[in-house]
């Protein structure tokens, strides 16, 4: 059996809209599990319930929308 292609829905691109600066180590380090690490990086990350929790630990840092 094929594998199922990706749909656009599939995914959440997140991107660093605020500055690390200032913020608890643990939320710097769920931003660098999404692949953020300054203002304006993005990154397209699966729409599972890992991903949801991880922004929403670090949501007023970040920007989302489905890819």
Known sequence: MA??????????QVRLVRSLIGSKQDQIATAA????????DVSVQPNNAATKGK???????????EA
């Open 33 to 40: 599990a999404l692949g953020l690490k300054k203002v304006g």
């Open 3 to 12: 594998p199922r292609a990706k749909k656009a829905t599939d995914g959440l």
């Open 55 to 65: 922004i929403d630990k670090i949501i007023h840092l970040v920007e989302v929308t």
